[in-house]
């Protein structure tokens, strides 16, 4: 373990040049402790079990019981919350048998460690507020502080907002200074919340210090170095040091794999990362490992998390894919020219009209997902669209390879004029009105009162008027795509086939008959809710 912390200290302190590249042998460890992921839970789950057989056989030996429980708690609660939750309960229980005012502190304690890591914020604030310190050693003490600034702390990273976020910190920084009174100034505890509190304050230099020296601890247990990684690579993230911050990141996954620890946000954190730099295929893997931990443990808030980034993951998987389809018709259409040389300019126009479609699919597919972060409104739209597309793909494809053999027979069979007339039959355009007409639907499926809500925003004289049998014009489509998620006007003028200056004539003209004001205007439609 020395060995290790030193070693992963210098890849700290040997600078960004140097993370990058250590950064691909590192998540290849990564893979391969993924790999060995069943191998560690196996034996958690052994020696939880064989702590089992050690209780005692009746409930007359109370205070062994409660020892014996204690242990099964700290074997799980990190693993799984259920578990945890029963144990934590048993631990009340026997502890008001006894009518120990420590072990009833204690008990209550680990019940709020167990609730907070879970994301029951409520339940966590009614459960210590049950808690009476009043003659409890100082390390019962101690921990209820760190546990009440950790819980102001959490709450405030979960609210993320200007009001409340500074009120959350400010109490929890006070709860904080508590602890770190009664913790012993040398231990790993007290480093560790102290450079916490510093970063919470404001104070990253400071934070860096304690955590960078916390790291080269040879007692540190691997949660602890998770932990204490985990937390250090928020700074490095804040000043723009992304490769560092992967390097801390995969280190603590890695130790968190090793301890069969489930509620985490190292690997959740890490896939963000990924996801920005580029690294979609590893970037899918880890997020897909934070989904089973985070529902295997039972954290709520990491489900929340996790909602808002995996359809990005997963719209660019998609992008991925269609983008290897591109290259395998490109080929085949090179083979065709070769082939029919008086076809080369049909072809080939028909071959990047394919392309330009594929491309306007997968934008349209990217652009429908709401990376809302409320976990419903983002599964709905995910299940709605990114499934319609994929099924409309798949159709779609389907007729391009059923051109394909009809075409490769009628070569066969030197049918040229019958080869001119199924190219010219093929009619892009319609595809295209259909396309756009099956966004419509899907759209007032998810918005069914959005036509209504774009009219309020507008006097009686300037409300848009459907023609019959129309189910979004062009005004409202441009908005429908924008609520959607697409901002960009480029982006909006190459899925309606229009030009940047259309859009924003377009855009403009519709803000200005507005009763809102032109800059409040796009927020109002974005607060336009699913059913």
Not at 100 to 107: C, D, V
Not at 296 to 320: D, H, M, N
Request: glycine share 4%; net charge neutral; hydrophobic share 40%.
């Amino acid at each position: 373990m020395r060995r290790l912390l030193t070693g992963f200290l210098l890849l700290i302190l040997s600078g960004p040049g140097q993370c990058q590249g250590d950064a691909v042998n590192q998540l290849h460890e990564l893979n391969q402790a993924i790999e060995a992921s069943p191998k560690y839970d196996e034996d958690h789950r052994r020696s939880i079990e064989e702590l089992k057989r050690t209780l005692p056989d009746n409930n007359a030996d109370l205070p062994s019981l409660f020892n014996g429980y204690g242990r099964l708690y700290d074997k799980y609660k990190v693993f799984n919350y259920d578990s945890a939750f029963h144990y934590a309960r048993q631990l009340q229980e026997i502890a008001l048998q006894l009518g120990n005012p420590a072990l009833i502190t204690y008990a209550r304690l680990k019940l709020g460690f167990c609730l907070l890591s879970s994301g029951m914020y409520k339940e966590t604030l009614d459960s210590l507020n049950k808690i009476d310190t009043r003659g409890a050693p100082d390390s019962l003490r101690a921990e209820y502080y760190a546990l009440m600034g950790r819980y102001y702390y959490d709450l405030g990273d979960f609210d993320n907002d200007a009001y409340n976020t500074p009120a959350y910190t400010t109490k929890g920084n006070a709860y904080m200074d508590s602890a770190l009174q009664l913790y012993p100034a040398g231990s790993s505890q007290y480093i560790y919340y102290k450079g916490l509190k510093e970063l919470k304050s404001g104070n990253p230099q400071e934070a860096l210090a304690d955590l960078r020296g916390l790291l080269l601890r040879p007692d540190l247990s691997l949660h602890e170095l998770a932990i204490t990684a985990s937390t250090l690579s928020s700074i490095y993230i804040t000043n723009g040091q992304t490769d560092t911050a992967i390097i801390l990141l995969i280190r603590a996954a890695i130790a968190d794999i090793k301890s069969s620890t489930k509620e985490t946000a190292a690997i959740l954190n890490l896939a963000q990362l990924l996801y920005k730099k580029r690294d979609f295929r590893n970037a899918a893997s880890y997020i897909e490992i934070a989904i089973r931990d985070a529902i295997f443990y039972g954290a709520r808030q990491r489900k929340v998390q996790v909602s808002a980034i995996l359809p990005l993951i997963e719209g660019e998987k998609v992008s991925r894919v269609e983008e290897e389809k591109s290259i395998t018709y490109s080929i085949l259409s090179t083979l065709l020219l070769l082939i029919v040389v008086a076809l080369v300019i049909i072809v080939f126009r028909q071959v990047r009209k394919l392309k330009a479609a594929q491309r306007i699919i997968v934008s349209t597919n990217l652009r429908l997902v709401d990376t809302n972060n409320k976990l419903s409104e983002a599964n709905k739209i995910k299940e709605e669209y990114i499934g319609f597309f994929f099924n409309a793909d798949s159709e779609f494809f389907a007729r391009i390879e059923k051109f394909k053999k009809s075409l490769e027979q009628k070569i066969a069979y030197r049918k040229w004029e019958d080869i001119i007339t199924l190219v010219n039959n093929t009619n892009l355009k319609k595809e295209k009105e259909e396309l756009l007409q099956n966004f419509d639907k899907v759209f007032l499926k998810l918005f069914p009162d959005f036509i209504q809500r774009f009219n309020d925003l507008f006097r009686e004289e300037d409300k848009i008027q459907l023609k019959e049998q129309e189910f979004l014009n062009t005004d409202l489509r441009i908005f429908a795509l924008i609520r959607m998620g697409i901002h960009d006007n480029e982006k909006i003028a190459r899925i309606l086939e229009y030009s940047v200056n259309t859009i924003n004539t377009y855009k403009t003209r519709i803000k200005n008959k507005s009763i809102v004001p032109n800059e409040e205007f796009e927020q109002r439609i974005m607060e336009i809710r699913t059913l």
